[in-house]
C-alpha cells in the first residue's frame, strides 16, 4: 500500500570485517530494510550499477575501502570510488556514514585526543586516500567515524599484527604499558548504522572507541588468556630487532606509543555501549587462539 514502505539502509562492503557487522545490525533495526551492497553486486568504481544500488535508498553505510599497499586503488576505490558514493547517494537524498580510520591523524603519542583538535596528517598513502574521502562524504553532508584499533572474529591485521610484533622483538616494548582506543567490530557496526539512521547528530566527525584505552598488555591478555605473559624489551632493543623491516617497524610506531583518542562526543550522540569497559566475546577469543 502507498506510504508504507519502509526507509532503507544499504550497507557498502557488506561482506567485509565491519560492513557485515552493519549488515547484521541492521536487520536488526525495526521500521528499516537492510540493502547489503557487495563487490560483486555494485562495484564502487561502476558509476551506473552504483546508482542502480543506491537508488531509493534513504542511509548509506559507506565500509567499502582498499586497504592494501597498492596506491592505484587506493585512488580508484577509495577516492574515486568515494566520490561516486557521495554522488549516488545524493541523488536519492540519502545520509552517508564512512567509515574512515583514526591513522587520518598520523602517529602519535595521543593522549585523549579530541575530534576537534586532531590533526588530519597522514603518513602512508593508504591514509591519505582514508582523509581524501572523508572531506569528499563531509562536504557532501555525510558523516565520518574514524576507529583505531577495530578487534573481532576475522581481524587480519591488529591481532596477527600484535603477534607479529611480539615475536620479533623477543616480548612486549616497556612491558605493553603503551595505551590504544578499541573498539569491537559488532560495536563498531551497530554504531554504524545508529549514525546512519537516527536523529542527525550535532557533529560530523566521530571517534569510535570505548571510553578507557586499553594497554597493550591487556590486549594480549583479552585476546590469548591464559598464555605466560611475554617478557618486558626496550624500546631500543625493539627497534635494534626490526630494523630494515618496514612492515614490522610501522607496527613498532603504531603499537609501542600512546594512540588514545577522546570518545566524549561519540558516546554523547549515540547509544552505543562504549561507557563499558572493553570486552571480546567467546567467538572472538577463539579466533585469536587460532593464530
Known amino acids: 500500500m502507498p506510504g508504507t514502505s519502509r526507509p532503507v539502509l544499504a550497507v557498502l562492503g557488506a561482506r567485509g570485517f565491519i560492513g557485515s557487522r552493519a549488515a547484521e545490525a541492521a536487520r536488526r533495526l ?3 530494510s537492510v ?18 544500488a543506491l537508488a531509493g535508498v534513504s542511509a548509506v553505510v559507506h565500509a567499502a575501502s582498499h586497504v592494501g599497499s597498492d596506491p ?11 566520490a561516486n558514493v557521495a554522488a549516488a547517494a545524493a541523488a536519492s537524498g540519502a545520509r552517508v556514514v564512512y567509515l574512515s580510520t583514526a591513522a587520518v591523524s598520523g602517529r602519535g603519542p595521543f593522549h585523549h585526543l579530541d575530534e576537534a583538535d586532531a590533526p588530519l596528517a597522514p603518513s602512508s598513502p593508504l591514509s591519505a586516500s582514508r582523509a581524501a574521502a572523508e572531506r569528499l562524504v563531509l562536504d557532501a553532508g555525510g558523516l565520518v567515524v574514524r576507529p583505531h584499533l577495530v578487534l573481532g572474529a576475522g581481524d587480519r591485521w591488529v591481532g596477527p599484527g600484535i603477534a607479529a610484533l611480539t615475536a620479533a622483538v623477543g616480548g612486549l616494548v616497556d612491558g605493553g604499558r603503551a595505551v590504544h582506543s578499541v573498539i569491537e567490530a559488532g560495536t563498531l557496526g ?11 547528530p550535532e557533529h560530523s566527525v566521530f571517534h569510535a572507541a570505548h571510553r578507557d584505552p586499553v594497554p597493550v598488555r591487556a590486549l594480549v591478555d583479552a585476546l590469548w588468556p591464559g598464555r605466560s605473559a611475554p617478557p618486558s624489551v626496550s624500546m631500543a632493543q625493539a627497534r635494534a630487532a626490526v630494523a630494515g623491516s618496514p612492515g614490522l617497524e610501522r607496527a613498532l610506531a603504531l603499537l609501542a606509543v600512546d594512540h588514545d ?19 571480546l566475546p567467546a567467538s572472538a577469543v577463539e579466533w585469536y587462539q587460532r593464530l
Open 190 to 200: 551497530g554504531l554504524l548504522v545508529e549514525l546512519a539512521t537516527g536523529p542527525r
Open 261 to 279: 583518542f577522546s570518545t566524549e562526543r561519540v558516546r554523547a550522540e549515540s547509544s552505543a555501549p562504549l561507557d563499558r569497559p572493553f570486552a
Open 30 to 32: 525495526p521500521g528499516w
Open 35 to 52: 540493502r547489503p551492497i557487495t563487490r560483486e553486486l555494485a562495484d564502487v568504481r561502476d558509476v551506473s550499477a552504483l546508482d542502480a
Open 72 to 82: 592505484e586503488l587506493h585512488r580508484l576505490v577509495n577516492v574515486e570510488g568515494t
